[in-house]
């Protein structure tokens, strides 16, 4: 990766931390991406070549901005949702000025309708929002995934309850090869091979 993007990075997970800790509201709260878990989705994103990548949760946009600094140059194109307008305006800005706002498609809403008008295909799907609508995302989301998409979600092991639904869902799913990796907060992996 890029140094300069790298530094970036580096100073954004700073002002996180800070901002995350003066925030009492939970829903103004950034809570970025650990960096180690950053770490892994981007050689997630880089060893599957993924192209088109649905991402669900933007916050200021730390992720989408290693997800599109992974695979931006090489002709990967990010989807990434927020319903937040202040931290969709940070994502903006943060993308903009890593020069990645050209490999994002920033959408302001819910994930959950935003998704239902969705066409896909997506070979890369990155659960990073409200875990409790993680499962009807992604009912709607398995025909739009291309016939071999990796789908991944974050904080599977720090909010077991809120995400039990959707961990339980890819569990079962015939189709899906699913891990949890102790990695930050818990990443959950799982290959979906609908061939």
Known sequence: MNPEIRNFLRKLEERARIHDAREPEHSRKLL??????????????????ARRILEIGTSNGYSAIWLAASVGQDGGRILSIDRSLEKHKLAHENLLATGLLQYVDLRLGDATEVIKNLSGPFDFVFFDADRTSAPDQLTLLLPKLAPQALVLADNALSHPEEIHGYLSMVKNLSQFQHVLIPVGKGLSVAFADTR
């Open 32 to 49: 970025n991406l650990e960096p180690e878990t950053a770490e892994l989705v981007s050689i997630f994103a880089r060893s599957s070549r």
